[in-house]
């Protein structure tokens, strides 16, 4: 069965210090990868995603994640937390057998401290 | 860009009543779907539709419907609303390209009393 775990609830990282968030993946066959985030009351954005190719991939807002198949990973990383980098982060994956269905992680809170 | 719009961003109703919930897209796309975002819970998939009068049950589609009479138009229904779906609901779109990326609308946030 597929799953998504995002293993921290909450990650709390101070302004300008590098940020990551972690992601590990389970699918049959290869992965479609996506990260969204969600600000307050508002609906999930696209920020990034790993299809094939590159296993660093950058995305919007100076957000890159790394795709380590080995350790079925794809952290969320940026080298300079803001404080308005305080969200929800979703994980998320697809088979990419060819269903639409997409599983998504229980989410993380990052918290960016002035 | 892709425009997403759920017509209610918040709603009170009470147990017993039937609720619609409504979702637009103006791009044209496929495939739309309806997720609940819980605390702690992230994103359950209740339904999906990849056409027109076309739809699939997703994970927890118990105590609710669908309806995809036109290709820009997804709604979501309550038939008879309990206090265990308040909730938020998010609808997203997807174009039919295999790599796709969802797009949300902003949600609704549903309170049954």
């Known amino acids: 069965a597929q799953s998504v775990a995002q293993p921290e609830d909450q990650v709390n990282v101070a302004e300008g210090n590098p940020l990551t968030v972690k992601c590990t993946y389970s699918?049959?066959?290869?992965?479609?990868l996506f990260w969204y985030v969600q600000y307050p009351n508002r609906g999930l954005q696209f920020l990034l995603k790993?299809?094939?190719?590159?296993?660093l991939v950058k995305g919007s807002y100076g957000f890159e994640a790394e795709f380590n198949k080995s350790q079925t990973s794809f952290h969320l990383k940026k080298p300079s937390a803001l404080v308005s980098d305080s969200a929800l982060y979703f994980c998320?994956?697809?088979?990419?057998?060819?269903?639409?269905?997409?599983?998504f992680g229980t989410g993380t809170r990052l918290k960016v401290l002035a | 860009d892709v425009k997403v719009t759920q017509s209610s961003r918040y709603l009170v109703k009470r147990t017993g009543e039937k609720v619609f919930l409504e979702c637009v897209q103006d791009?044209?796309?496929?495939?739309m779907f309806w997720y609940r975002q819980d605390p702690g819970l992230g994103l359950r998939l209740i339904y999906f539709?990849?056409?027109?009068?076309?739809?699939e049950k997703g994970d927890i589609p118990e105590g609710y419907s669908v309806s995809r009479e036109k290709k820009e138009r997804f709604s979501l229904i309550l038939e008879s609303a309990s206090t265990n779906q308040t909730s938020m609901y998010l609808c997203?779109?997807?174009?039919?390209?295999?790599?796709?990326?969802?797009?949300f609308g902003e949600g609704s946030r549903l309170t049954v009393l």
């Open positions: 998320a994956v697809r088979d990419a057998s060819g269903t639409y269905k997409y599983i």
């Open positions: 699918v049959s066959g290869n992965p479609y």
């Open positions: 790993y299809i094939t190719g590159d296993n």
């Open positions: 791009m044209d796309h496929e495939n």
């Open positions: 539709s990849y056409d027109v009068k076309m739809k």
């Open positions: 997203a779109t997807l174009s039919g390209r295999v790599t796709g990326e969802l797009f």
